[in-house]
């Protein structure tokens, strides 16, 4: 018998040929696209064949990847050629009944009325919005224009809360205005790299492509905090294998060991931040022998890293969802942008605090959506950028509150009392993307009314919809995303989208008009990429000089991105390179960092931390990449790594499986016996449905409403192998 037992129902069919499908395609036309899984942004050509893209290749000479594309850009125009794509407008009046197919006329007609009805009877903000990392800059746009300038709900936010909420809270904690300060060619300029919480290798395995490349061209040390021996962490001169839930804890026992050893650049602090007396007197109690118990890094270590980080050069860091997943993410960012500030590594090459988005698009969400705030890095909270949003969009300035609402993470148990009676999801599966998948479901089923758009049906999410709206995915529509070192690019439509499906833009403009609303008056992507222009001119995430023609022409365009004096934007590969930040003083905040132990632990009911992640084959909850074979091959269904030592206690061997329980429920999973993850220690990739979010309990941070995902406690037994795992979507 193989590694994976021949009975389980997933591997039958597409997936019983393990060997990937590699096709020649003749390709008749190229055309120009940016990736539409992770924040890398690597540019990508799409062959097309008589109206069908049959193939990817990497963009050549791209700034970003050169040609270079992970295993799931490659295979990237299999998801547009699925065959679960959605194609029509679904109805039906009850989640017990049968959807029936239905025009986008009774479709967008139904939508309105409910919207309608429920705000009518219950108050504007019965009625959620949940969108995405997903779609296009243009299409956040107008959506935020449609909640905020029409619909005047403050139930309003991105499935983003749940992987980059801490980066942004963070940044606008220490620097006054969210935006990632470096780019990826800080690797060439480092004399130092400080990554936390990333497995770099398999999530964002083109950035890690860029990393090596630099260290092949010149050495410099690469330090890795990670609870898991990732495949990064194996390649580090440094693992820092720290306990889950503690960066805060390390960050300030780093900054202790900087202060006092005299490292610190006081030059830079007195020119350039403020609140120093207070954040150092916090720093006091932070000696490496207070911080290894708790952090389980030893003191010796601690001052080792202090050292080498605070005498190079330039030395960077970076981190993913091992920071912002945590009770402690927005502390844990402000942490690290404490640490650039007080080496003076902010704003020059090889010196940055670099967060490592997630989605494709996330930024741009965080640019222009609105969710948190209004387009342009305005603040709800901000009377005039309120003013000047609502007279520049021609609509009533009473819509807008007078700060944001809740975040993703607190529009669910809003649902559960019982005060939003309605949820538009947009792009995005709460079903499996949720902690406590069993009280999402829970919260969904008590709807009055769902409508689901998605590219894919049938959905997890899409079980409790009364309306399910098809769109038009990646190189279907054009328009742009933004990646994680602030680059705006380019997708161009490519092929046509199936059936009926819509591009996010027209469907929102359809609602729009279905509602009665006028404001939204730039009808296509180019229209409302220059009303873009015109809102964001002087901001700090400017567009004001960037074309379509431009962004392809230069493989996208990093902003503040103004015109220059022949018109054509040049773009800022760095932020604050003078030392001016956006807090009214124009100073970066240095903020103590008290550390209270808030999470659920191990003990003696629950004696493993469960640890939840990714897999470089896999993207989000697998409406993407759940149905390409040559993905599915690699990487078809959940697992549990283990050390082997814990395994021998509970009488688990290799290809066995476990049954995993929380507090919350109960997965039987297959085992993987490694020395990834530490005696004590077990993780769960969290892709799919019927996987770790069974699991997790999603403590929430307090300034990001991030929730926790990598720290909690379960048991492990030894189970049956299931008679099948049936294909999950
Ligand atoms: Fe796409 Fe990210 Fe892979 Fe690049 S690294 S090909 S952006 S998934």
């Avoid at 890795?224 to 960050?251: W, Y």
């Avoid at 995915?473 to 690019?489: H, I, L, P, Q, Y």
């Avoid at 189970?719 to 294909?727: F, G, S």
Wanted: proline fraction near 7%.
């Amino acid at each position: 018998m193989g590694l994976i037992p021949d009975d389980i129902t997933i591997f039958k069919g597409d997936y019983q040929d393990r060997v990937p499908n590699i096709r020649r395609n003749p390709v008749q036309d190229w055309r120009y696209t940016t990736c539409g899984y992770c924040s890398t942004g690597c540019g990508i050509e799409v062959g097309v064949r008589d109206g069908r893209a049959v193939t990817v290749r990497g963009k050549a000479g791209h700034p970003v990847n050169d040609g270079k594309l992970c295993l799931k850009g490659i295979w990237e125009f299999e998801a547009i050629n699925a065959p679960n794509r959605a194609t029509v407008p679904l109805l039906r009046e009850d989640i017990g009944q049968p959807f029936r197919e239905a025009g986008w006329d009774a479709a967008l007609a139904r939508t309105a009325a409910e919207f309608r009805r429920v705000q009518q009877r219950h108050g504007r903000d019965a009625l959620a919005v949940v969108s995405t990392g997903q779609i296009y800059t243009e299409e956040f746009y107008t959506l935020g224009k449609l909640v905020r300038g029409g619909l005047g709900t403050n139930n309003y936010d991105g499935n983003t809360t749940l992987c980059m909420a801490s980066a942004v809270s963070g940044y606008k904690r220490s620097f006054g205005s969210d935006g990632p300060p470096g780019c990826y060619d800080d690797f060439e300029h480092t004399e130092c790299l400080l990554a936390f919480g990333s497995n770099l290798v398999e999530c964002h395995p083109v950035i890690y492509w860029r990393l090596k490349s630099a260290l092949e061209r010149r050495r410099f040390p690469v330090i890795v905090v990670d609870p898991r021996v990732t495949m990064f962490a194996q390649m580090a001169d440094i693992h820092l294998p720290i306990n889950p839930g503690t960066d805060v804890v390390l960050l300030n026992a780093l900054a202790h060991v900087i202060l006092v050893e005299g490292l610190a650049d006081q030059g830079y602090i007195a020119t350039h931040a403020s609140g120093y007396d207070a954040w150092r007197e916090e720093i006091a109690r932070f000696a490496p022998e207070a911080a290894a118990p708790v952090c389980g890094i030893p003191a010796r270590s601690i001052r080792e890293v202090a050292r080498i980080y605070a005498g190079a050069g330039a030395a960077m860091c970076i981190w993913t969802m091992g920071i912002n997943q945590s009770t402690h993410g927005s502390d844990g960012v402000v942490g690290i942008n404490n640490l650039s500030l007080i080496t003076g590594n902010v704003g020059k090459p090889g010196g940055t605090a670099l967060s490592i988005t997630g989605q494709c698009n996330a930024m741009g969400t965080r640019e222009f959506s609105s969710c948190s705030g209004l387009p342009g890095y305005r603040a709800l909270e901000n009377p005039e950028h309120r003013r000047f949003v609502a007279d520049f969009w021609g609509v009533d300035e009473a819509l807008f509150p007078a700060g944001r609402g809740p975040a993703m993470t607190d529009i669910f148990p809003a649902i559960e009392r019982g005060e939003i009676k309605a949820l538009w999801l947009v792009a995005t599966n709460p079903m499996t993307s949720m902690p406590d998948t069993a009280r999402t479901a829970a919260a969904l089923r008590k709807l009055e009314f769902l409508v689901v758009q998605d590219v894919y049906h049938p959905l997890a999410s899409a079980e409790f919809a009364h309306v399910m709206l098809p769109a038009a995915m990646w190189a279907e529509k054009e328009g742009c995303f933004t990646n994680s070192e602030r680059r705006v690019n380019l997708v161009r439509k490519v092929v046509d989208p199936p059936g009926q499906a819509k591009s996010d833009l027209d469907i929102f403009l359809g609602v729009a008009d279905a509602m009665g609303f006028t404001h939204l008056t730039a009808r296509t992507p180019a229209q409302v990429m220059a009303e873009i222009g015109q809102v964001s001119a002087g901001r700090p995430c400017d567009y004001s000089g960037i074309t379509y023609p431009a962004l392809e022409a230069a493989g996208g365009i990093q902003w503040p991105a103004p015109p220059s004096a022949d018109g054509a934007a040049q773009g800022s590969p760095r932020l604050y390179t003078d030392g001016r930040f956006h807090h009214p003083d124009s100073r970066a905040r240095l903020i103590p960092l008290p550390f209270e132990d808030d999470n659920e632990r191990p003990d003696a009911e629950y004696p493993f931390w469960l640890n939840t992640g990714r897999v470089v084959e896999h993207w989000h909850t697998r409406t993407k990449t759940g149905r390409i074979g040559n993905l599915n091959k690699f990487s078809p269904l959940p697992y549990l790594e283990m050390n082997p030592r814990d395994a021998a206690g509970l009488g688990i061997g290799p290809q066995d499986f476990a049954r995993v329980r929380s507090r919350r429920g109960e997965v039987t999973v297959l085992v993987r016996l490694t020395e990834r993850v530490a005696p004590g220690m077990v993780f769960i990739p969290f892709h799919f449905a019927r996987g770790a979010n069974l699991l997790t309990l999603g403590l929430l941070d307090p300034h990001s409403r991030q929730p926790a995902f990598k720290q909690q406690a379960v048991r492990v037994e030894k189970a049956a192998r299931p008679a099948a795992l049936a294909q999950e979507v």
